[in-house]
DNA sequence: CGACATTATGACACCGGTGTCAGGGTTCGA
DNA sequence: TCGAACCCTGACACCGGTGTCATAATGTCG
C-alpha cells in the first residue's frame, strides 16, 4: 500500500462500494449494522482517516473556527496580553468540546485582513479578540457583514447587532471598583487608561466607575486622569506623569491589570505605599495579580465562561439558530487582595 | 451573484478559461501580464477567494500546521501553563511568517490522539508542547514515525532523531544556577520538581545543577529533594513536606517558576524570609517572575527563538531539508532578581 | 400470487480548484 | 515560403470524498 488509504481501497477490502464506505463511516442508518462492522473493521485495519479537504470541499464547510488577535500596534510586539492568551486557552477548550478544530492568527489592526479566512473557506466562523480601536473596528465589522462571514467579537459592540458581541459588564465592574473604594474612604481617585471613545471597554469601565462615584458625591476629575494602552510599561508611564505633576490622590484605578502593575511601580518608585497612601485596583484578574507585590485587587473576568459563550454564540450563528443575548453580558467579580488595604 | 463567486466565474468575466484564471492568480510565468492584470482586477471586484479546500485537495497539502498541546492530566484544568501559552503565540508569529496557518489543539496525555491532523490531511506537520511523561510519549512517537508523519516537539528527546527536538539546554540551566548558589554561598539546596526519567526536562535540569554543586564538592541530599509537577500548589504542598519533616536549607531550586512560586508561598508561611533564610530559583522567567514577591531569580528560555526554531526545523522537515540540528539546543540564560539576594 | 412498501447497495454527478497536454498564433531563420 | 521555436491559452482528467437517484432484494398484505 504506497501512500495513505482512501475510500476506494477500504471498499476494495470490504466487498462494497466507495458510497457504501463513505456512509458506513459517517454512521448512516441506510447502512446495514453487519456491513459497517466490516467496513469499519477494514479501516481500523489500514488505518484509515477521512480526508478532510476532499470532505470539507464537498460539504461547503470546514468544522473549524478561527480566532483573530489583534493587537494595539503600539504594543511591545514580543509580548502577547497574557489575558487574551488565557481567552484563547478557553476557546480552544470550548472548540475541542464541540467538535470543532480552531485556527489561530495574529493580526496587526491595520492589517487588511478582511473575511479572509472564511470567504477562502477555511473557517465557518471567527472569534475576533483584542482591545482595540472602536472606529478602526467598525468598518471592518460592515466588510464581514457585508460577505455574510459568521463572527462574534469580545469587547466591541457591533452596532445595532447585539448577538454578534460577548463581552464583561464592563460598566458594572468599574462600579463594583467604585463601591469598594468608597467603603475603604478612598473616593480621591485617579484613573489610569482610555476614557475617550477609542476603547469602548475602558471608557465604559471607567463610565460605569465614575457614574458610581458621582451617586456618592465624588468624581474623578479631569486632571487625574492618564491615558494608557494595556501594558505595564504604558501604566508605569501615565502614573508617572501624574506624579510628575505633583497630582494628589489616594486611589488609582487602573484599566487593566498590566496598567495596575505598572501604576504600582511608578508609585513606590515615588516613596507613595501601596495600599497605605494609595489603594490600587486593577481588572481582568491575570494570574499576576496574585503573585504581585502587593497582590493586586482587581475585577475577575470569567474567561472560561466568556470562552465557551464566545464558541456557543458562534455555532449558533453558524447554524442560523438563535443566540443568548441576555447571558452575553456576563457579570464581573471584585477580587479583593492587599494593594487596597 | 448568488453564494461566493469561482474561478469560472472570474473566467467568464475576464474572457478567458478557467485555468487561465488558476495560472494567473497564483503568479505562473505562462501568463500574458495583460491578462492576468485582466484576471486579477476581476477577481477584486468580484471579491474573489481560493477556496482553500479544493486548492488543498487537489495539491495534496494544506499549508497548515498543527500546535499539540498536552497537559499533566493532574494540573489544574482550567489553567494553561503560561510558558506554553507564551511559546504558542511565537510559534504563531514564525507560522504566520511562513505563510502557514496554525491549528491548536489541546490534548490529554491519555488521548488516543495519534498522526490524526496530518493523517485527516489537515496540517501538513505537527508541533508537539508539554512536559509529560517520557515513557508514555515514547510509543507516540513511534506511531508518527510509522506514518511518516513530519513532526518536531519541544523538549522532550525522540530516540536517535536529534533533528525532531527543540528545546533549552535544560542541564546547563540547572548549572547555571548551581553557580550561582555556589557564588552566593548557599549550597545547602533543596530541589523540588521530578528528577526521575519520567520528566525528561526536570531531570536534565536537576541533572545540571547536581554535577556542578558536585564540583564544588556540594550536592542535593535525598531527603532535600520532592516531587511535584509544574503548577504553583504542587510546589507548595512540595515544599510545605519538606518543611514539614523539618528540613533545613539555605536555598531552593525549584524546576519551574511555577513550582519556586509556590514553594515561596510555603517558605513565607513558615515564617522563612526569602531570600533572606532561602534564596530561591525558578526556572522558565514567565512574566509572573517579574513581578510576584519577591521578584523571583530564574532561567529564562527564549520562547521567541525556540518558536521559530520549531518552525523552521518543521517546515525543513516536510521539505526534506537538512535540519540545524546544532542550533536546537538553544542556550538559557540566567536572570538573577530578589529571590535570591 | 401480484402490487407495493422497505431496506440495502451501487452508479454517478459534483464540490472548486491544479497540472498536463495539445494546439493556435506569431516570430524568426533558412 | 516553410518549418522550428516560442508563447499563450483552453480542454480535460483528477484529487477524495458526499449526496442523489436508480435498482435489486426482501418482506407484507389483500
Redesign the pocket.
Known amino acids: 500500500m504506497k501512500?495513505?488509504a482512501?475510500?476506494?481501497d477500504i471498499a476494495h477490502y470490504a466487498?462494497?462500494?466507495?458510497?457504501?464506505v463513505?456512509?458506513a463511516?459517517?454512521g448512516s442508518p441506510?447502512?446495514?449494522e453487519e456491513?459497517r462492522r466490516r467496513v469499519v473493521e477494514v479501516a481500523r485495519k489500514l488505518n484509515?482517516k477521512?480526508?478532510k479537504n476532499?470532505?470539507n470541499?464537498?460539504?461547503?464547510q470546514s468544522s473549524t473556527l478561527a480566532v483573530l488577535l489583534f493587537e494595539d500596534p503600539t504594543s511591545d510586539e514580543s509580548q502577547i496580553n497574557p489575558f487574551f492568551l488565557s481567552m484563547l486557552g478557553s476557546i480552544t477548550r470550548a472548540c475541542a468540546k464541540s467538535g470543532y478544530d480552531l485556527l489561530v492568527s495574529f493580526q496587526s489592526t491595520s492589517n487588511d485582513w478582511h473575511a479572509d479566512y472564511a470567504e477562502s473557506h477555511r473557517a465557518d466562523g471567527i472569534i475576533l479578540l483584542g482591545y482595540g480601536d472602536y472606529i478602526d473596528y467598525q468598518s471592518k465589522f460592515d466588510r464581514l457583514i457585508d460577505s455574510d462571514t459568521k463572527f462574534v467579537c469580545w469587547g466591541a459592540n457591533v452596532e445595532g447587532r447585539p448577538e454578534l458581541t460577548v463581552s464583561c459588564d464592563n460598566a458594572a465592574g468599574g462600579a463594583l471598583v467604585a463601591q469598594h473604594l468608597i467603603e475603604l474612604g478612598r473616593t480621591d481617585c485617579a484613573f489610569i487608561g482610555d476614557a475617550s471613545h477609542h476603547s469602548p471597554e475602558f471608557s465604559a469601565r471607567f463610565n460605569g466607575f465614575e457614574a458610581r462615584l458621582q451617586q456618592h458625591g465624588a468624581h474623578v476629575s479631569e486632571r487625574k486622569m492618564a491615558t494608557a494602552i494595556s501594558t505595564e510599561e504604558s501604566g508605569y508611564q501615565a502614573t508617572k506623569s501624574l506624579l510628575a505633576n505633583n497630582i494628589k490622590f489616594n486611589a488609582l484605578f487602573g484599566a487593566s491589570d498590566l496598567i495596575a502593575i505598572g501604576a504600582i511601580r511608578a508609585l513606590q518608585e515615588a516613596g507613595l505605599r501601596v495600599p497605605h497612601d494609595v489603594s490600587v485596583v486593577g481588572f481582568d484578574d491575570l494570574a499576576v495579580a496574585r503573585f504581585c507585590t502587593p497582590p493586586l485587587s482587581t475585577v475577575q473576568q470569567n474567561t472560561t465562561l466568556a470562552g465557551q459563550m464566545l464558541v456557543a454564540n458562534l455555532l449558533n450563528l453558524i447554524a442560523n439558530k438563535e443566540v443568548d443575548v441576555a447571558n452575553s453580558v456576563l457579570p464581573p467579580q471584585l477580587i479583593v487582595r492587599q494593594s487596597s488595604k
Do not use: I
Open positions: 501512500g495513505k482512501t475510500s476506494f466487498g462494497v462500494s466507495q458510497s457504501t463513505s456512509r463511516l459517517r441506510l447502512v446495514n456491513t484509515y477521512v480526508d476532499a470532505s470541499l464537498r460539504a461547503q
